[in-house]
C-alpha cells in the first residue's frame, strides 16, 4: 500500500519568503514522486519529479524538491515566493502494485497564499 | 499540441439524469484515468485503463462506468445522476514507467 501525506492544507508566506511545502509517503516498493501546481479554474501541471539519480530535483518556476529515503520525504521548496506562485500544490506517488499497475496517489493538496 | 482535452467544461443535471464525459488524448497514451476533486480531498481516482479494451475500478467508482474502445477516448459515464456527484472531474493520461500524468481542464458539473 502507498499513502501521501501533505502536512498543511493552507501555507502563507510574504512575498519574497521562503516556501516550504512538506510532503511525505510510504511506499513498499522503490517509488516515483511528482510535484503537481493547480491554478483556479485549471487542471494540474507537472512542476517536478523524481525517478532515479539525483536526490535534489529542480523544476519549473524556481522549485525544487529533494527526495530523503531515510526521512520518507519530498518536500518542495522555493527561496523567493512571488505572487504568481498562489496556488495548491499536489504531491504524488507512483509506485508499481502487486498486480502489475502503476498506480498513482495524490496527497490532499496544500493552498500557498502568497502575501504582498 | 492538445494533449488531454475534456468537454464539456460545465454542466448542469438534474437528479436521475445521465450524462457522458468525454476525454480524448493525442499523446498516443496506454494509461488514462478519471479523477474527482472534492474541495479539501484531494484527487480520488474513478476508473482507469492500461490500454484499448482495459478498464478497472479505482477508489470510488460507484454510480459511474467507463469504456475504452480506442487509445484516444475515455468516456465517463453516470447512468443515474446524485447530488453527491457534484464535483470537478478530471481526465489524465500517461505513457506506462516513470512518467508523469498529462491532465485535462476539468468538467465541472452540478447536480441539483
Known amino acids: 500500500a502507498q499513502s501521501v501525506t501533505q502536512l498543511g492544507s493552507h501555507v502563507s508566506v510574504s512575498e519574497g519568503a521562503l516556501v516550504l511545502l512538506r510532503c511525505n509517503y510510504s511506499s513498499s516498493v522503490p517509488p516515483y514522486l511528482f510535484w503537481y501546481v493547480q491554478y483556479p479554474n485549471q487542471g494540474l501541471q507537472l512542476l517536478l519529479k523524481?525517478?532515479?539519480?539525483?536526490?535534489l530535483v529542480k523544476g519549473i518556476n524556481g522549485f525544487e524538491a529533494e527526495f530523503k529515503k531515510s526521512e520518507t520525504s519530498f518536500h518542495l521548496t522555493k527561496p523567493s515566493a512571488h505572487m504568481s506562485d498562489a496556488a495548491e500544490y499536489f504531491c504524488?506517488?507512483?509506485?508499481?502494485?502487486?498486480?502489475?499497475?502503476?498506480?498513482?496517489?495524490f496527497g490532499i493538496g496544500t493552498k500557498l497564499q502568497v502575501i504582498p | 499540441n492538445a494533449g488531454v482535452t475534456q468537454t464539456p467544461k460545465f454542466r448542469i443535471l438534474k437528479i436521475g439524469q445521465s450524462m457522458t464525459l468525454q476525454c480524448t488524448q493525442d499523446m498516443n497514451h496506454n494509461y488514462m484515468y478519471w479523477y474527482r476533486q472534492d474541495p479539501g480531498m484531494g484527487l480520488k481516482l474513478i476508473y482507469y485503463s492500461v490500454g484499448a479494451g482495459i478498464t478497472d475500478k479505482g477508489e470510488v467508482p460507484n454510480g459511474y462506468n467507463v469504456s475504452r474502445s480506442t487509445t484516444e477516448d475515455f468516456p465517463l459515464r453516470l447512468e443515474l445522476a446524485a447530488p453527491s456527484q457534484t464535483s470537478v472531474y478530471f481526465c489524465a493520461s500517461s505513457s506506462p514507467l516513470n512518467q508523469p500524468q498529462h491532465f485535462g481542464d476539468g468538467t465541472r458539473l452540478s447536480i441539483l
Open positions: 504524488a506517488v507512483r509506485a508499481m502494485n502487486s498486480g502489475g499497475y502503476q498506480k498513482v496517489t
Open positions: 523524481y525517478t532515479t539519480g539525483a536526490t
